[in-house]
Nanobody
Framework: QVQFVESGGGLVQPGGSLRLSCSAS????????MGWYRQAPGKERELVAT???????NYGDFVKGRFTISRDNAKNMVYLQMDSLKPEDTAVYSC???????????WGQGTQVTVSS
């Protein structure tokens, strides 16, 4: 059973920044991938960013250099620095992991990010 502790969401004005943090636990072998997905009301869940143990990253097309993902392997933590936020970035952002060995995907409950003036 994977447990998540997500934090950092909130209300920010357009053009502002937020930093999301996620701590994941409950996998004896750790996680190959960690990252973030988001889901806005009435829309499908979409990839924001993922990062592997070796630091290889993958970003959603909409990110366009505005977000930066990082990871602390020793602590099983993943971070998402979000800059130049836009109203269309408003969504619930959920932490994501892929477990080693089992290669299954898990998502946290999410943290709300609202971009509005």
């Amino acid at each position: 059973q994977v447990q998540f502790v997500e934090s950092g969401g909130g209300l920010v004005q357009p053009g502002g920044s937020l930093r999301l943090s996620c701590s994941a636990s409950g996998s004896a072998f750790g996680f190959t991938h960690m990252g973030w997905y988001r889901q806005a009301p009435g829309k499908e869940r979409e990839l924001v960013a993922t990062i592997t143990t070796l630091g290889s990253t993958n970003y959603g097309d909409f990110v366009k250099g505005r977000f930066t993902i990082s990871r602390d392997n020793a602590k099983n933590m993943v971070y998402l620095q979000m800059d130049s936020l836009k109203p269309e970035d408003t969504a619930v952002y959920s932490c994501y992991v892929k477990r080693k060995i089992f290669a299954d995907d898990r998502w946290g409950q999410g943290t709300q990010v609202t971009v509005s003036s």
